[in-house]
């Protein structure tokens, strides 16, 4: 019985994401306040590009901490815009179901198999447990900080 090598996961700087989407960042910004764009449209929507890019990061390249980014970019959306959560959770239930089917956390499960030292198996192709786990890691910060405005709100008119 032969096997088959695992395939390492892809290695992505996360510096260098980072610096990449600070850099888009600050060039849509300069653009949309030289283009005169309302601040209420432009800090949103510059959420919204850093959520996406991290979110295409975290759903094709299995890697975690650009999910936190993401989650942390969709709370600054609901921070800006609170009657936003609903569509925000959508798009986030989206990203995770895409994650269930991506081959990044396939490639990435299946080399954590095999450097445990456990039986090399295929890995399946979609992961109910990876798709829960990947809108947890992407709900969290929205949903956390909906309540903080919520609880602060409250607080502050009794």
Do not use: K, N, Y
Request: net charge positive; proline share 9%; charged share 10%.
């Amino acid at each position: 019985m032969t096997t088959v090598p695992v395939q390492e996961p892809v290695r992505l700087p996360m510096a260098v994401v980072l610096v990449g989407v600070l850099a888009g960042l600050a060039v849509a910004a300069g653009v949309g306040l030289l283009t005169g764009v309302p601040g209420a449209l432009l800090w949103p929507g510059l959420c919204v590009l850093a959520a996406l890019v991290l979110g295409a990061v975290f759903v094709l390249g299995a890697i975690t901490v650009s999910g936190f980014a993401a989650g942390a970019a969709t709370a600054g959306v609901v921070v800006l815009e609170p009657d936003h959560l609903p569509l925000v959770l959508a798009g986030t239930a989206v990203a995770a179901l895409l994650c269930g089917v991506a081959p990044g956390w396939a490639r990435v499960e299946a080399w954590q198999a095999a450097r445990s030292g456990g039986p090399p198996a295929p890995a399946p192709r979609w992961r109910t447990d990876r798709v829960v786990a990947a809108f947890l890691v992407l709900a969290f910060p929205p949903v956390f900080v909906t309540g903080a405005v919520a609880f602060v709100s409250w607080t502050a008119t009794r």
